[in-house]
């Protein structure tokens, strides 16, 4: 393994950037977090940048720290973070020109036990698609395609998983998508939620918001990651990614130039499961 | 005629009748449903209509929401696509439903629930026809159980 190396580079690159005044903030990660895992963290100061890590506890999306600030801002990124960067640009949440993005190739996370994340081992993408500066590791071969996982679509699996949910949003929190001011679930009125939510009410969130990442998921596991009561709910997600790659063409995060595929249409989009339509338009 | 008239549910009975909730647009289907109504087409009283601006305008959360509160079924109309009012909000409803729909197939909801297609203020018949086969499938599946903290045994 050689994150020290990437982490050397990293750390060199970021004093510098921080030191010439090309941004003033850099986001990343340092030591400190239970379980050995590292901290998202905001470097301002070339000295402070000492205690910036890059280990396989990096796991945190970084994009929730990227807005607020003056002036340009850095961020480490694993090719998710890349991707979630350039997807939150190509919905015109963050300027291009703002954003300096370290990419840093990366053969995945592991958990408190050292196993490799479920996310992490679906990966396709071990290079960041998009930045301006790269920290490659030679050691790390380049992917074609990750792990396929079999997706089981019975309702006793959505049960299963669903009855574990208790509502907490850490999904909704650690997402990358995830940044309505205020998220549906959160409202008064219409009030989607009821005090004491049912089965129904978990449902109404888990689709409400796998709907809205629809066709924006860059696949980096952090909701996952983030639940305490280890819903594998990511399934959900997973299919509609693939179902919108396969009928649009699109993969979030990869092309600053693609426009998101649920903000776009074609005259001839295929009406799949339509009524009276055969599934190949008209 | 006595034929079709034997198989008619006698009026004011109790059996169970699916309960569809069906969304449809303002310039086209709601159009199409009031031309049905005009023109004495018959079809399933089995539908509760709600007009919206446009299918564009549906968020995919009210589907899943009259599906949550109870309703059997949930059906989606607006213009046909090139003719929308708003000039392409169904373009954008089209890719929605379509993944709507593989949404709640992968989370094990019967495809039969929900359905979405096109209808024109022009097309009462066809209207009639929809609700027709809509209400057929739904009445397939039985009752949904997708109660509020109820269990959903069988979707």
Redesign the interface.
Do not use: Q, S
């Given at each position: 393994m050689s994150f020290e190396k990437q982490r050397d580079e990293v750390a060199a690159l970021c004093k510098k950037l921080l030191a010439d005044g090309a941004v003033s903030r850099v986001v990343g990660f340092r030591e400190g977090g239970v379980e050995g895992m590292s901290l998202p963290y905001i470097f301002t100061d070339p000295a402070g940048v000492d205690m910036l890590t890059w280990n396989s506890r990096c796991l945190p999306n970084l994009n929730g720290y990227l807005t607020g600030g003056e002036g340009n801002t850095a961020i480490v990124a694993k090719p998710c973070d890349a991707r979630a960067v350039v997807a939150l640009i190509s919905e015109k949440q963050l300027r291009r020109e703002d954003i300096h993005i370290i990419g840093l190739v990366c053969d995945g996370m592991v958990d408190a036990n050292g196993d490799p994340l479920p996310a992490c081992v679906e990966c396709s993408v071990n290079c960041p698609p998009v930045y301006d500066d790269l920290i490659d590791d030679p050691d790390v071969a380049e992917k074609t395609g990750g792990e396929q996982v079999s997706n089981d679509t019975s309702l006793e699996r959505f049960e299963a998983e669903i009855d574990k949910c208790i509502l907490c949003f850490s999904c909704r929190q650690a997402c990358y998508g995830c940044y309505c001011q205020t998220c549906f679930m959160d409202r008064g009125s219409p009030g989607w939620q009821p005090t004491v939510p049912g089965r129904g009410d978990k449902m109404l969130y888990h689709a409400g918001r796998t709907m809205h990442l629809a066709g924006r998921c860059v696949e980096c596991g952090a909701c996952e990651n983030a639940c305490a009561s280890g819903v594998d709910i990511r399934y959900l997600i997973r299919e509609v990614t693939n179902f919108v790659g396969e009928l649009y063409d699109y993969r979030a995060g990869m092309d600053l130039d693609a426009r998101p595929a649920m903000l776009s249409y074609a005259a001839g989009d295929r009406e799949v499961g339509f009524l009276g339509g055969d599934g190949d338009g008209h | 005629m006595s034929q079709a008239k034997a198989q008619d549910p006698a009026p004011h009975t109790r059996e169970w009748t699916p309960r569809i909730v069906a969304f449809l647009c303002n310039w086209c289907s709601y159009a199409g449903a009031d031309l049905a109504g005009t023109g004495r087409n018959q079809y399933p009283p089995s539908v509760r209509v709600i007009r919206v601006p446009c299918s564009g305008r549906i968020n995919?959360?009210y589907i899943?929401?009259a599906l949550?509160?109870g309703a059997d079924g949930v059906m989606v109309s607006g213009c046909h696509?090139?003719d929308c009012h708003y000039l392409?909000g169904n373009?954008?409803a089209?890719?929605?439903?379509?993944?709507?729909?593989?949404?709640?197939?992968?989370?094990?909801?019967s495809?039969d629930r929900v359905?979405?297609?096109w209808v024109s203020a022009s097309e009462g018949a066809r209207f009639a026809g929809?609700v027709r086969?809509?209400t057929e499938k739904v009445a397939a599946l039985g009752p949904s159980r997708?109660?509020?903290?109820?269990?959903?045994d069988e979707?």
């Open positions: - | 995919p959360i899943i929401k949550v509160d696509p090139g392409a373009f954008y089209r890719r929605r439903f379509t993944v709507l729909k593989r949404l709640l197939t992968t989370m094990g909801l495809p359905h979405f297609t929809v086969e809509v997708i109660m509020k903290g109820g269990d959903m979707l």
